[in-house]
């Protein structure tokens, strides 16, 4: 079973649920910043000791208000029991239900109300190099989670030499053939370790913010140190939780 933690922020009335494990092989996943696991391939954190059952994380999320139940990961989509949960706290909780961050490759998913969806690169070649996975489906993924109704946002990481402004680009045009107004964020790479890319400059981010925004109405951006990635509470109080499993 994936899901190892749930967190709970006391303020948004929001838990969220963490899993091990990604359907993606990443060599540049921020995740390895946060473990030593740089350059082990397929592995960006160290597996947990214990996993929760079913019955655990729903006697947890009945212990705390909620309004919104976010599922994250890793992949959240691996978890054989995200079906499960997805109606549980949908229909007996009667929370929204959001996946806080996925590669999407498993949408759009029943009892699902939103997404944010990491688009990784725009040509077929470097989705591969970065991924180990061919493009074409997590696009084809995006388009129908979109026409099924899903509060759909998307992210891109900036990483240069790798995915650059044309292909950052790229996927921003190809958004707005959907809808313009959908949130699209753009995050400056953090080097991981044994990897060739370089962090992008400021100059560089600006760049990529404003090529998006020629295209698309919502475009924000984060350009942050590894000390600011590993702790994000000070900057943001949607990230001041505590544990509850």
Known sequence: ??????????????????????????????????????????????????????????????????????????????ARELPELLDFAKNTLRAKTSLGHTNGSALPLPNLDGANVGLKAWDDETHRRYTGRERQPIFDNFAAAFRAGLELKANVVFVPGLVDLDQIGAIAAWIAMLDRTIPFHIMGYIPVPGQPYPRPTVEQMDQAVAVCRSHLNNVAASHLTVAEALNLAPRDDRFDVRQIA
């Open 1 to 78: 079973m994936p899901f190892h933690k749930i967190t709970y922020n006391e303020k948004y009335r929001f838990a969220t649920l963490h899993n091990f494990g990604c359907t993606f092989r990443c060599p540049v996943c921020s995740y390895k910043l946060r473990s030593g696991a740089a350059g082990v391939p397929g592995q960006s954190w160290p597996r947990p000791e214990k996993f929760l059952t079913v019955a655990e994380m729903k006697t947890a999320l009945q212990s705390v208000p909620v309004d919104k139940v976010f599922f994250m990961g890793g992949e959240p989509t691996v």
